[in-house]
C-alpha cells in the first residue's frame, strides 16, 4: 500500500471520529442525503420514450436539469405526489429542499409543461408537514422544515396545485436535493455512493433500451408494465422465507399460484437437505430491468440499512441472466457442497464473494425421464455499506418453477412475487402479484402503447 493511501485512510478514519464525537456532544450538523430510490404516484410512459427518455421518479436525484420526473395522469398533476426515500437518519432536526421545479431541459420545455405551484412537504416517520407555494421560475429554489428530533427515512412532496403548461398539461419536476440537520455521525462516502447507484441504475436503462431494441435478443418480459400498489397490514409476525410463502398461502389473490407456493413450502422444509448445484444458462443472454420490475441488491435482501423494497415494482431474480426464467433453458449440474444454505447465511465474513445455488428436483409421471427442476435457492454474499462502514451479509432468495418450467414465483426475506404468463408462441411475463412485509400488496400488468 502506497505512502498516499495509507494517509488517505488515516484523515478519513480521523474525520469519522471527529463527526462521531461532535454527534456524541449533541452538535446538529447538514449533511447532503441523496436517494437512489424515488417513487411517485404515476410517471408518463410510452413507447417513444421507454428507458431512454423515461420520465421516471429516480430522475430528480440525479442533479441533470436534463431528465425531469414527469407525472402520467390524465389531469394537470394536481394530487400527484413524489417519495424520496433516504438513508434512515436518527435525530433528524431540519430538513432543506432545494427544487428544481418544472422542465428545466430548456426554458421552452420549462415553459410548455406545468409546474408545481402549492406544495406540501411531508418528513416520514414523524408526519409534519410543510404547506408551501413554489414560484414560477427556472433555477432552484428552497424549502425548510423543523420536526422534533428523531429518525427521518423519507421525504414527500405531494402537488396541490400547478403553474398550467402553454403546450402539455404534464407536471414535471427536474430535480430535488435533500440536506438534513441531525446529531447522526456524517458519513459523506456512504451518501456519494448512493449516488453512484443511482447513475449506475441510469446506466442500466440505457443498456435495457439497447437490448430492447435489438431484434436478435428474445427476452420474457415487456419494456413497461403498470403497478397499482394497495397498502395492508403485515401479514406475517416472522417474514423470513417460510413466513412470506406462509402469508401468500393465506391470501386470496395468491390462489392461482397455490401449486408453487406448496411447492416453495417443502423446499423451506428440505432446506438443508438439498444438492448443491452448478448452474449453466444455455444462453449468456442478460435480463435487463424493466418499468415495473427491479432486481433487488444485497443490501434489501439482508435487510440492512439500504432501501426498502419498492412498492412501484415487482422483484426480479438476483441472477441477471434471461435464462433463469425458464428452468429448460437454465442447466442445472451437481456440485459439492460446500455449505447448506443455513450455514451460508450464518457463516459468512468478508472474503465471501461468489454465490452459491442449491435444487430441488421431482421426478415425473416417467420414471425413465430425467427428474425435473421445480425449485432453486440461491445464496449472495458479499461486502455491503452501512452508515458506520463496511460489514459482510448475506440471503437467500428461492425461485419456484411451475410444471411447465417456467419461472412462477419468487421469495425473498420481505417480499414474495408471483409472475403470471401469456400463452403463444413466445410466452412472455404479462404481469403478477407481490406481497411485501412492509405493508404493501402490488398488482402488474403489461402496458401497450
Not at 441531525?182 to 433500451?209: H, I, M, Q, S, V
Not at 389473490?253 to 444455455?282: C, H, N, R, S
Not at 448475506?394 to 410444471?403: E, H, K, P, R, S
Request: aromatic share 6%.
Amino acid at each position: 500500500m502506497s505512502h498516499a493511501s495509507s494517509l488517505s485512510r488515516l484523515v478519513g478514519a480521523l474525520a469519522l471520529v471527529l463527526a462521531v464525537g461532535s454527534a456524541a456532544a449533541g452538535e446538529a450538523v447538514e449533511r447532503r442525503l441523496y436517494t437512489d430510490t424515488a417513487e411517485a404516484s404515476s410517471f408518463l410512459w410510452g413507447d417513444w420514450n421507454r428507458f431512454i427518455e423515461n420520465y421516471h421518479p429516480n430522475y430528480v436525484g440525479d442533479d441533470d436539469a436534463k431528465t425531469a420526473w414527469v407525472e402520467g395522469s390524465a389531469g394537470s398533476g394536481a394530487g400527484e405526489w413524489l417519495r424520496l426515500q433516504v438513508t434512515p437518519l436518527e435525530g433528524t432536526t431540519t430538513v432543506r429542499l432545494k427544487i428544481r421545479n418544472g422542465y428545466q431541459k430548456s426554458k421552452g420545455l420549462f415553459a410548455a409543461n406545468a409546474r408545481a405551484k402549492d406544495v406540501v412537504v411531508r418528513l416520514l416517520p414523524s408526519k409534519t408537514e410543510l404547506k408551501a407555494t413554489l414560484t414560477d421560475k427556472d433555477g432552484w429554489q428552497e424549502l425548510t422544515i423543523a420536526q422534533p428530533a428523531g429518525p427521518m427515512r423519507a421525504v414527500e412532496l405531494k402537488v396541490g396545485s400547478v403553474y398550467e403548461g402553454s403546450k402539455y398539461k404534464d407536471l414535471c419536476i427536474s430535480d430535488v436535493q435533500v440536506f438534513a440537520t441531525a446529531t447522526t455521525p456524517d458519513n459523506p462516502g456512504f451518501e456519494k455512493n448512493k449516488k453512484k447507484a443511482l447513475l449506475a441504475w441510469r446506466a442500466a436503462r440505457l443498456a435495457a433500451a439497447k437490448a430492447y431494441g435489438s431484434a436478435k435478443v428474445a427476452l420474457p418480459l415487456h419494456p413497461s408494465y403498470q403497478v397499482t400498489t394497495t397498502e395492508v397490514q403485515s401479514a406475517c409476525s416472522d417474514c423470513d422465507l417460510a413466513g412470506m410463502l406462509a402469508a401468500a398461502a393465506a391470501n386470496p389473490k395468491f390462489k392461482e399460484w397455490k401449486d408453487a407456493l406448496a411447492m416453495g413450502k417443502t423446499v423451506i422444509a428440505e432446506l438443508d437437505t438439498l444438492p448443491a448445484a452448478q448452474l449453466a444458462p444455455v444462453a449468456k443472454t442478460a435480463l435487463p430491468e424493466a418499468d415495473g420490475f427491479e432486481r433487488p441488491g444485497l443490501d434489501q435482501l439482508a435487510g440492512s440499512e439500504g432501501p426498502w423494497y419498492t412498492d412501484r415494482a415487482l422483484r426480479l431474480p438476483v441472477l441477471d441472466k434471461a435464462a433463469v426464467m425458464n428452468a429448460s433453458d437454465l442447466r442445472v449440474l451437481d456440485a459439492k457442497a460446500a455449505k447448506t444454505p443455513t450455514q451460508f447465511v450464518d457463516t459468512v465474513d468478508k472474503k465471501c464473494k461468489k454465490d452459491a445455488a442449491w435444487v430441488k428436483r421431482v421426478v415425473g409421471s416417467d420414471p425413465n425421464a430425467p427428474a425435473q427442476v421445480r425449485a432453486l435457492v440461491i445464496g449472495r454474499c458479499g461486502m455491503v455499506e452501512g452508515r458506520e462502514g463496511y460489514y459482510p451479509s448475506a440471503a437467500l432468495q428461492v425461485l419456484i418453477y411451475g410444471a411447465d418450467g417456467r419461472l412462477a414465483v419468487v421469495v425473498s426475506q420481505g417480499a414474495i412475487d408471483a409472475y403470471r404468463w401469456s400463452t403463444g408462441e413466445r410466452p412472455m411475463i404479462s404481469g403478477g402479484h407481490a406481497l411485501l412485509a412492509q405493508g404493501s400488496e402490488l398488482d402488474a400488468v403489461q402496458i401497450t402503447p
